[in-house]
């Protein structure tokens, strides 16, 4: 069932109906069935792997709760952490390993020593898998005391606005909330419908017609050069982000029409100024899982204000962990080692960038300085978006060769491509949306725009709904991330 669909429509306000008409002690299993409802509709075995994440995670978690040496907690953190990570080892990456041993045989002049195997992915495993080995690592730490309710717990990793694509919600935030009574909100509902709203809006109104122009370039890499290139590439990367922001919008909102607060997964990532700038603000619940389970796990800490070489490993690794996360293609592991080079360069050159900035006045104009950094960082991400797909490595040199091509550009396609009303909407949108999320940015604008008479705000409300309607690609194509 997807969040863009008549179905999910249907769903949503029975599944909130419900679990206010119902006393507290029984809501969270009104949403533990809806959430398990939710996901059977995608494929019924998938269940399985999902009670064997929450079974795991939860049975070890108990075991070290009733413990206080970490030693000894120990041994029941690894066997959690390495079957619920085997999982996601096997159905996502166990063919990407397969095919690397069977070139590393065929070296050696044995051809397919491994068979292939075709495994379904099951949706939302990414997901998921962190959260139960955040939640158990954190038991570990003593961050927080284990769940002794198991129902809770599994709504805890199966609640259905964020179970297929996120946020990864971490146990101290979520698992309280679930205690809770949550007597009807009525300014939390208003605010989770604005949100679905906006989200819709940014889904089907703008990714959706965005992808209409993009993906034909991506799956027709030899039909392309030039400039062609380079607008597919940005307009990629903004489809990518308003599907995406846009699903995150609709779970956030979904979560407060029942009165939970789910964490944030974007804070305006192109008005970034730097690369881990960028990061900070972009798919912000996973970068903070690597930062927090990963960065600080690692033997090389740095001392100190200084970023020593062993930081910018540490930094190699976890964006190399970003990219594979993302899928089991060579594409992916490019794309994060590009994101961490550009990182590490720039702690690098630090200091000669500082000089620089003084030596020619620009520190003198911030605001020049802010509006450079932000050209470079946006056309630093979108100079990535080669790599950022499940296309064979070979489509992104292609592409990469092509984008230097202007000798073959064709402007049969390109001219009535800029001239197209559908790509000339896009782009407007797309202006709109990211002037919109500024103007939010500033509180004291959106705290005026809530104090207008309910006339005006509704008024609003209706327009942005009309418009969704009328101009909507309703196509329900399922969102970008679901393929991680």
């Known amino acids: 069932m997807l969040f863009n669909s008549i179905g999910y429509l249907i769903f949503l306000p029975v599944t909130v109906l419900l679990y206010y008409a119902l006393p507290f002690r029984w809501r969270w299993a009104v949403l533990l069935a809806a959430s398990y409802f939710f996901y059977l509709l995608w494929r019924a075995e998938f269940v399985v792997v999902l009670i064997t994440a929450t079974l795991v995670s939860y049975l070890a978690a108990l075991k070290m709760g009733e413990l206080t ?34 070139q590393i045989a065929g070296v050696a002049g044995r051809n397919n020593v491994f068979p292939m195997y075709s495994i379904l992915l099951p949706i939302g495993i990414s997901f998921y898998t962190f959260q139960t080995i955040g939640y158990a690592v954190d038991v570990y730490r003593g961050v927080i005391k284990p769940e002794k309710n198991i129902g809770i717990y599994a709504l805890f990793v199966s609640f259905f606005p964020l179970i297929l694509a996120g946020p990864i919600e971490r146990g101290r935030r979520l698992l309280p909330q679930f205690h809770l009574t949550h007597a009807f909100d009525p300014d939390l509902f208003t605010s989770g419908l604005r949100r679905i709203l906006w989200g819709m809006f940014k889904k089907i ?8 122009f993009a993906e034909p370039v991506f799956n027709d890499i030899g039909s392309f050069h030039g400039p062609e290139i380079g607008i597919a590439l940005i307009l990629k990367m903004m489809q990518v982000y308003a599907d995406f922001s846009g699903y995150t919008d609709i779970a956030i909102g979904s979560a407060r029409l029942l009165g939970f607060r789910l964490s944030p997964n974007f804070n305006r ?13 972009w798919h912000i619940s996973l970068t903070s899982w690597l930062r927090d389970y990963v960065y600080f796990s690692l033997p090389f800490k740095y001392k100190g204000k200084n970023v020593t070489w062993r930081a910018n490993l540490n930094l190699f690794i976890v964006f190399i962990l970003v990219g594979f996360w993302h899928g089991p293609y ?42 450079l950094n932000i050209t470079a960082t946006f056309l630093l991400v979108c100079s990535s978006a080669f790599f950022f797909g ?18 073959r550009t064709n402007n049969a396609i390109l001219l009535p491509l800029l001239k197209n009303a559908d790509l000339v909407l896009g782009i407007a949108l797309v202006v709109f949306m990211l002037w919109f999320e500024y103007m939010v940015a500033l509180k004291s604008l959106a705290s005026k725009f809530l104090s207008k008479p309910v006339v005006i705000r509704y008024s609003a409300y209706l327009f942005m709904l009309f418009f ?3 101009f909507g690609v309703f196509s329900s194509q399922k969102f970008f991330y679901f393929q991680f």
């Not at 953190?77 to 996601?88: K, Q, W, Y």
């Not at 109104?205 to 209409?212: K, V, Y």
């Open 269 to 281: 990532p192109f008005s970034a100024q730097s690369i881990a700038d960028f990061w900070s603000r």
């Open 69 to 102: 040496n970490k030693k000894q907690r120990f041994k029941y953190l690894i066997p959690s952490i390495v079957i619920n990570l085997g999982m996601l080892v096997f159905f996502k990456y166990l063919g990407f390993f397969t095919e690397i041993a069977n």
């Open 468 to 470: 969704l309607l009328v």
């Open 205 to 212: 109104a703008i990714a959706d017609r965005l992808s209409m």
């Open 330 to 371: 060579w594409n992916f592991i490019i794309f994060g080692l590009l994101q961490g080079t550009y990182i590490v360069l720039a702690n690098i050159f630090r200091p000669a960038m500082t000089r620089f900035n003084q030596a020619s006045g620009l520190s003198g104009s911030p605001r020049l300085l802010k509006g």
């Open 390 to 407: 499940a296309h064979p490595l070979s489509d992104a040199f292609m592409m990469i060769r092509n984008l230097a091509d202007f000798s």
